[in-house]
């Protein structure tokens, strides 16, 4: 092939070539968009009685996956961080603000230092 028909055929000047396989994803892209908010609803929708509330007492900081998991599995979380030093309890309250933000609970602190962390399905009333 010629330079010319190379630069002809770059810029798209040339014949249109059809395909005629289609891509496997076709109908992923054909159905109806659905905002991010109700995408994160369905995500962490509860996948267990809702009524069980979950106790946890996390003494260092590495136990912070243990309360996630708990969370996004869709329980009340009571957390009680009255056994870390202070510089971690901070930490683990930090992450558990940012976990109850980001999948759309709420977080009340109870007591002092224990703290409830309540999925998005669960309703708290206060008095």
């Known amino acids: 092939m010629g330079a010319v028909r190379k630069v002809v055929s770059y810029l798209g000047l040339s014949g249109v070539d059809h395909y005629d396989e289609g891509y496997d994803d076709d109908e992923h892209y054909e159905d109806e968009y659905v905002p991010a908010t109700e995408r994160a609803a369905r995500r962490w929708r509860?996948?267990?009685d809702s009524?069980?509330?979950v106790m946890v007492q996390p003494l260092k900081y590495n136990d912070a996956p243990l309360i996630g998991q708990h969370f996004r599995d869709g329980q009340t979380v009571i957390m009680d961080v009255t056994g870390m030093p202070?510089?971690?309890?901070?930490?683990?309250?930090?992450?558990?603000?940012?976990?109850?933000?980001g999948c759309e609970g709420r977080i009340e602190r109870i007591a002092e230092r224990v703290f409830l962390l309540a999925p998005a399905h669960v309703e708290i009333e206060t008095s």
């Open 46 to 48: 509860a996948n267990v």
């Open 51 to 53: 009524s069980r509330i």
């Open 86 to 101: 202070m510089s971690e309890a901070t930490r683990m309250v930090d992450f558990a603000a940012g976990l109850a933000f």
